[in-house]
């Protein structure tokens, strides 16, 4: 009884640990009319479903350059799955900015304690 338990908690955990990102997208005219020479705003919203929950919305403002028919199809959504991508660009960021607030009071204090640590020889 207590291995199918524990192969049941660990069949859930595996399940849980590969649920990674479940993208819904839509692309939206925001226009009534498209009309040559004046703008022309889309917007794509992308929903994220999956284990983080997240939503992203881009908004899009071209100029349609000549008149005629224009077939607004569907999107193609790209994405490539990172593990902890730019959360490490942004430590080793934060790392350099906070370097010389933190390295120059060190190398003062250092420099400091060593010419006063040093022990003075005694005359006789």
């Not at 077939?71 to 994405?79: G, H, L």
């Not at 593990?83 to 942004?90: I, K, R, W, Y």
């Not at 607030?101 to 022990?119: F, M, N, Q």
Request: aromatic residues 10%; positive net charge.
């Amino acid at each position: 009884m207590r291995l199918l338990a524990f192969a049941a908690l660990a069949l859930l955990a595996v399940t849980q640990a590969e649920e990674g990102a479940r993208l819904l997208a839509s692309k939206s005219l925001l226009n009534r009319y498209a009309v040559e020479g004046r703008d022309l705003t889309l917007q794509y919203n992308i929903y994220n479903v999956g284990s983080s929950a997240s939503n992203v919305s881009h908004t899009v403002v071209l100029r349609p350059l000549k008149a005629g028919y224009f077939n607004f199809t569907s999107a193609t959504i790209t994405y490539l799955a990172q593990e902890d991508g730019p959360v490490v660009l942004d430590w080793a960021a934060f790392g350099v900015m906070t370097l010389p607030s933190i390295g120059i009071p060190l190398l003062l204090w250092y420099s400091s304690k060593r010419k006063y640590d040093t022990p003075k020889t005694k005359k006789n």
